[in-house]
C-alpha cells in the first residue's frame, strides 16, 4: 500500500535537511513539489524545489480545488498539489509532504491513515540560530518566522511523532526508524 508521509515543524528546524537524508537512505520514496507565492530564493528551481505561483495563479488553482491543502504562512500561500500526491499514491509510491503545521492539519482530517511527524527544536533560542545562520531570510522574516514557531510548537502533542533535530544524525536515524517501521 502507498503511504504519505507529512513532515512538519517550525521553519528552520531542518526539515529540508532531514528529508534530504531520509530520501537517500530510502530510495523508494519521491517528494512532492509544493506550490507557493513566495518569491525563489537564489538558487530554487521551478518545478524542483517549489512550483512558483503569482497570487492569482494560486487563487485560480485554490477555486479549481486543484490543492490537497494549501495555507498562509507569514504572509505567502503554500499547498500541495493534488497533481503531486495522486498519480503517485495510485501509482503504489510511497510520498512526502514537507508543510507547516496548518496544512499538517489538513492532511490529518482528509487523509488520517497519512503517517505525520512534527520536527521540533531542542529550544526557541536555537531555532532562532538556526534560522539567522541559514541565511536565506532578512531580519523581518526571521522575526515573523519566529513569531509563528511558537504557535506551531505547541501543536506538538498532535502528533504521533515528534522527533527533537538536536544532533542532526540522532533525529536523522530516529525519522528514517519510522518511516521504515510503516514501510515494512
Ligand atoms: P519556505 O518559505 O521556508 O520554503 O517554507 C515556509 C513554510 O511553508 C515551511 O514550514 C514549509 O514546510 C511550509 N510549506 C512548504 N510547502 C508547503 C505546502 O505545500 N503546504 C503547506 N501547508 N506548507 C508548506
Redesign the pocket.
Known sequence: MARVFVITGP?GVG?GTLIRGLMERVAQLELSV???T?APRLGERDGVDYHFLTRTEFNTKVNEGAFV???D?AGRS???LRSELERRVRAGTPVVL???V??ARQVRAAMPEAVQVFIAPPSLPALRTRLVGRGTDDHNEVERRLMVAEHELKAQPEFAHVVVNDRLDEALERLVAIVTAELD
Do not use: F, L, V
Open positions: 521553519s526539515k509544493s506550490a507557493t513566495r491543502e494549501h495555507a504562512y503554500y499547498g500541495t514537507e508543510i507547516e496548518q496544512g
